[in-house]
Every structure is written in structure tokens, then in C-alpha cells.
């Protein structure tokens, strides 16, 4: 039953207003990658057009040739960084998940408590200062090594949510007996639930890979003074603004698409996690 | 019985850290939890006291400039800070303009994409696809697109509805318009998620009743759809709300300000004027930890004002 009687009429108007939404939601991607492929000449003269005359690869090769925007080594850098922080993230969220949905201890609730607000409190931008200024202590202030020290001792709220809900829908008699046989709180986590995370590991994984590949300001910020450590959305931006970005469109439009892309790959084969973790973090959360 | 007693009480005191550890569940929660809870402290809480702490002083990362100044940093705020409340009136006026057909747009769509018709999920990934894109991406797609030689505006020429084109960030209005604009596309397509996870669960069967009563397509979204949603349409409203208050990434990639700083939000504000890299000069962090605190007790005052006005809307159901 999960069909509303619709009729013809109501189907079409439907359609159409959908369809219209789709075009206003496409075009500026579609106008984007389509440019990327454009020769530079083309770009400036014929910006009316959304389809090259004729497709070329120009773009890239300049890009990946190019010293104002080094690609390679920033697609390296954003790379890494974005697996180690997933990885990270990971480890975390499972970790204070479980503890939080299976553990016994003094004051759970509280921390449990304190934490959560954590969504809710902040000064915003400004407490970067005295971050760094813990993170010189061990001389992290200046590199991406730095934000991953600062991912470790984060807590990711929502994914330990996600986390929490999961394993409290798991039976609770399978840690029993393995409790019985001797198995240690800890064991048990890395032995029996562990392994029952992976769909909610999986919406985990996908949100932070998207979160990390795309953030700007923090990175920014770490590696303002060891520019070869830049990644591809950092350097990009750096690049824009640095007025020379508008007369190097091509530069820029081949650069962005190279940005987009894994993205857009990772939500192309796994958009079922993006929008179930979205819909679980909301209406359960 | 005392001889093995005392025997195994010499063992207990014997048996080592590790084993403990290993027989105390919560020894073993402690310390799963350790990385949370010191970073918790260390990041977290030490940087809210240093900020409020640094609120009553001068200071620009100068030791020997650093001095006590009492309340002068937000006496200064208030009567010389013009451009902060300024970048107040933009965040409302960009909230207001935004939200408004922000949330409309997302609850409609969602309506009709939990009809059940063919397509749904596929309408629905796309509609969410610019959301996965990064926000200074989002920036150079819409600064390549209302480029004064940019496709907006030479469409318009060819149709003939403008004969100069259109400098889009050179005037507030236009720029502001752009911020919109974009603000609406990266952004909707959560709340359609948001708005069809939560319409899923409204029982079927009311619409069924509703259609045997006579009831019009558009009384049964005010009487049945809105209704059974509202507490979850107050949750939504209330994210949409924080985020659109604390806009301050996306302003900076998408104008960066311009015309001459008159699009800032309140956020993007403080971030130009005071982040490492982003600001210029040295500014008198202090200044900016009282502007901090002022604008996060707005931002929470908003919050809650919300939350009063919105009761009697979450009770409806």
C-alpha cells in the first residue's frame, strides 16, 4: 500500500514540476564539466554555449602541467588525508558508540549528556587560536598531521548517535554468552559487534570521506604556512583568490571538475548511505 | 578456612594492573573513552574559557602587548561596531529571503516525491546531489556562471533583456541575489531528505480516508500532511535556521564580501577579520573572542525564542 491514487492529469503537472526542478538542480554541474572540456579560446568567446564545439582534454593536461595549481600532489595530499581521517573517524564513532550503548559505568549518563550538547555549543571560528595554540605545544600547528591529531580527539556527535542506535538494535544475549565464556568488554566489541557495524560503518565512512575531501577553512588554516601540503579545494581557492583565477578559467574549470570528481563517484555508487544516514541522523536523532 | 582465606587474598593483591583492567567493565570504558574525554577538555572547554577569559583583554598574539582591558572590548562593540551589526542585518536579511523559499520548496517536492510514482528515488538523488559538493566548489561554479562574461549574462544579452552585462558581484542587491541562489541549490536537497524520510511515516490510510471524504489535494496537505510532520518539521526548521545564522564558509568562497564587505554575515565577518589567513594585519583577538560570545548568545537566544514560539506548532499533533 504505499501508493497514492494518483490520477493522469496529476501525474503529469507532477512530472513537470519535477523535471523543472531537475534542470534548475543540473545545470550549473552539467554547464561546468561541459566547459571543462572547452578550449580556453572557447570559454572566453562562447560562454552561451553549455556544450563544447569540440570536445578537448587541453584543460587537464595545462592543469596538470601547471605551476599555479599542482594537481598531482594536491590530489595526493587530499587523498591521504581524507582515508585518514575516515579511518579515524571510524575507530572513534564505533568506539564511543558502543561504549555508550553497551557499557556500565559512573557519571554515563552525564558524559553521555555533555557530550551531545557539544552540537550545540560553540564560539565558533575564533577558538582556532587556542587550538593551535595546544597543537604547537607538540609543533602539529602547522600541517594536516595537525587537524588529523585534532579528528583523533574530536567526538564525532552524530556518528556516535548513528553508532549508539545501531548497536542497541543488535540482541543483547550474543555479548552475553561471549561474556560468560570469558570475554572481556572490549573483546566482545572487537569480536562480535564489530563486525555487525558494517552498514552503519559503511554511511560513516561515506559521510566523512565527504566531509574531509570537501572541507576548506580548516585545511586552509593548518597548512597556510607549508603550501606543498595544500589540498586540491584549498589550493583552488587559492588560486581564485589570487585574481588570477578569472583569467585562467580554464585553469580553474578543469581544476574543479578534477575536485567534484571522486565526490561524485563515491555518491554515485553508494548515494543509499548519504541519504540513510541523513534520514536516520534526523528523524531518529 | 582463614589459611585459604588469607591466601587468596595475598593473590588478589598480587594480580597485576592488566588483569584488572581486563575483569572491570568500567576501567575498560574509561579508557575507550579516553581520547573523547581529553579532547573534550583540551579542545573544547579549554578553548571556550580561553575565549571568554581573552574577551577581557588586548591581545594580538603579543605577549608583551597583551593587557587587561576590562569590558572596553565589547564597549567597543557596542558603540563602534557598526560593522559587525551591519553583518547582523545582512544574516537576517539573507536568512529571511533564503528559508522562506528554502523549506516551502523541500517540503513540496517531498510531497510529491512520497506519491509512490515511478522515478521517486532517482528525482530525489539528484535533488540532494549538490549538497555532496563542496561549498568553495559550489563558489567557483556560481562565479564561473555569473562571470560578467558568464553564461547568465550572455543569455540575457541574446534575449535581449539586458544590453550591458551585468557586473552580479559588484552590487549588493545582485550579489546578493547570487547568495541566494546558490544557497538555495546547495542546501534544499537535504531538507527534500529530511522532509520524505519523515513524510514515510505518515500512515497512508488518512489519505485514503481523506479522499473518500472529498477532500481537495491541497486541504489534505495543510490537514493531514503538515500536521502529522510538525514535530519533526520543527526540528528541521530549527537546523535549517542555525545553519543559515552561522553561514560564514560560504559567503567568503562565494563573494568573499564584495562589494566592499556589504555581503558578510556575521559569521563570515568574524572569520575574515579575525582566522589565521584569512584576516589581514594583526587583529586584537580579544575584540574578536567578545564578538564571538555576543554572537553565540544571539544565536542562542534565536534558538530558543524558536523553540517557545514553535510549542504550541509541535503539540498540533
Redesign the interface.
Known sequence: ??????NKC??IV??L??CI??M???F??V??IA?SFKTNVEI?AH??R?FPEKWTFENYITAWNSDALDVGRMFFNSAWFTVASVLITLI?SS??G??FAR????F?KT?FA??SS?M???????????????LSLINLNKSLVGLLV?T????PVVNMYLVRGFVESLPKDMDESAKIDGC???GI?FRIILPLLKPIMATIAVLTF?GT?????MP??FT?SAPKQQTL?VG??AL??SGQG?SQ?NL??AG?VI??AP??FV?AIA?KY??SG??DG??KG | MKLVDSITNTKKEHISLVEKI??S??A??????A??????L???I???I???LKAFYYYDLVPSNTRFVGLDNFITLFKKGSDYWRAWLVTFKFGSIKLPIEIP?AL??AT??S???KGSNF????????C??????V???????F?A???I???LS?LGITEHPIDWFGNTSTAMSVLILGGV?SAF??NV??F???LS?VP??L??AA?IEGAG?ITQFFKITVPMISK?FQ??LL?AINGTL?T??YI??MT?GAPARTTLTS?AY??KT?????SSGTPN?GY??A???I??IIC?AI?LLYLRATKKIADLY
Open positions: 500500500m504505499n501508493e497514492i491514487k494518483v496529476e501525474k507532477i512530472y514540476v519535477l526542478v531537475l534548475f538542480t543540473l550549473p554541474l554547464y561546468v566547459s572566453m560562454p552561451e553549455i572513534t568506539v564511543t558502543y561504549v557499557g556500565h559505568f559512573v554515563k558524559i555533555v557530550f557539544l550545540f555549543i560553540s564560539l565558533g571560528s575564533i577558538t582556532i587560536y587556542p587550538q593551535f595554540e595546544v585534532l583523533c580527539f574530536g567526538i572481556t568488554f572490549t566489541f565527504n575531501w570537501n572541507s576548506y577553512i586552509a588554516m597556510m579545494i583552488i581557492m581564485k583568490n578569472a578559467w580553474m574549470l574543479t575536485a567534484m565526490v561524485l555518491f548515494n548519504f541519504v541523513l534520514a534526523a528523524v | 581486563k575483569s567493565e568500567q575498560q570504558c574509561f579508557i575507550l573513552l581520547l573523547p574525554i581529553i579532547g573534550f583540551v579542545f573544547t579549554y578553548p571556550i580561553w575565549s571568554a520548496l513540496v517536492l510529491l516525491l506519491k509512490g510514482l528525482f530525489r538523488n539528484f535533488y540532494y546531489l549538490p555532496v559538493i563542496s561549498l568553495a566548489i563558489g567557483i561554479i556560481f562565479s564561473n556562471i562571470d562574461f558568464g553564461v549574462n550572455s543569455w541574446k541549490w536537497g537535504t531528505v529530511y520524505t524520510a519523515a511515516n497512508k490510510d489519505y485514503e479522499d489535494r519533526v526540528t528541521i537546523l552561522r560564514g564558509e567568503l568562497v568573499n559569521e568574524v572569520m579575525f582566522l589565521p589567513g584569512f583577538l574578536g573572542c564578538m564571538s560570545i554572537s553565540s542562542a534558538g
